[in-house]
């Protein structure tokens, strides 16, 4: 088969086209669509760091791959431990700016923690990230390669079975590539978390929470902080767009599985 031999910058990032696109993908690479099956199983499933490591492909495939297309890692520049097991990982992005992952242990599992921006808009008093401002949206490649780069990691991966996004940024801020990020998280063909253990925390975006609930099934955690609009819109300027009144309505919408609950979360000041 024949391998396109555009500039390699042209490429998309595979880490974050869905199963359908990156079987166009292979398509226009004039591969077979399974091809690009293959390599996706190898990207979410095998955790796969090159093309290289994609053993079933054949060896000419491989090398033609390499030298074309660019599968993009992170890449990590220190990992900090705590006395208690947690780790944090310090990723530095294509464009040099740095973003965390925390990886939370449990009695029986593991939780990463990711970040869905460099940087923060929403300028919470509390919060160190959003004293910084906003430096970009992450991609959804960008998002999903936290979670691959660390599962890769662990002793054993199938312990890292919780997703929260409570890292730098706020998630609902980057709608379209947060929502990818999370298809290609839950989805089957994908990494195959369960949505049940994929949380999303957000400031109260009221619009894209509503959006969110009819895009995609799960769990919602609600950054609230105080009981009442003048306390919370000091702390969360968000609240001067979105107040209690009109979050809690959004809240109350929010379609939920079968024995499920949103998360309000408070910080202690």
């Known amino acids: 088969m024949k391998i396109s031999t555009s500039n390699r910058q042209e490429t998309p990032d595979l880490k974050g086209l869905s199963s359908a696109e990156i079987e166009r993908w292979a398509v226009n690479q004039g591969l077979p669509a399974y091809r690009g099956r293959q390599i996706r199983h190898w990207i979410f499933r095998k955790l796969a760091q090159s093309f290289g490591d994609m053993t079933d492909l054949p060896k000419k495939l491989r090398s033609t791959l390499e030298q074309t297309v660019d599968l993009q890692c992170l890449e990590i520049t220190d990992i900090l431990v705590s006395r208690d097991g947690t780790e ?15 990886l939370i242990p449990e009695r029986d599992h593991l939780t990463l923690c990711i970040s869905s921006q460099a940087g923060c808009a929403m300028g919470c008093k509390f919060c160190l990230t959003g004293s910084r401002g ?26 890292l079975t919780n997703i929260v996004l409570m890292g730098m940024g ?23 978390f369960s949505h049940r253990k994929v949380t999303l925390s957000t400031s109260g975006l009221v619009p ?40 809690m309505d959004a809240c109350r919408d929010f379609p939920l599985p079968s024995r499920r609950m949103i998360t309000f979360e408070y910080i202690m000041i």
């Open 208 to 247: 894209q929470m509503r959006k969110l609930g009819q895009d995609i099934t799960v769990n919602l955690a609600v950054s609230l902080n105080a009981a009442n609009d003048k306390t919370r819109s000091f702390l969360m300027p968000i609240n001067k767009r979105y107040p209690l009144s009109e979050l």
């Open 88 to 102: 944090k990982y310090i990723f530095k992005l294509k464009d040099g700016h740095l973003i965390e992952s925390v």
């Open 134 to 159: 906003l430096i970009r949206n992450l991609e959804a490649s960008e998002i999903v390669d936290q979670v691959i780069q660390v599962r890769s990691r662990v002793s054993n991966p199938n312990r």
């Open 170 to 192: 706020e998630p609902l801020a980057n709608y379209s590539n947060v929502l990818k990020a999370l298809q290609n998280l839950i989805s089957p063909d994908g990494m195959n």
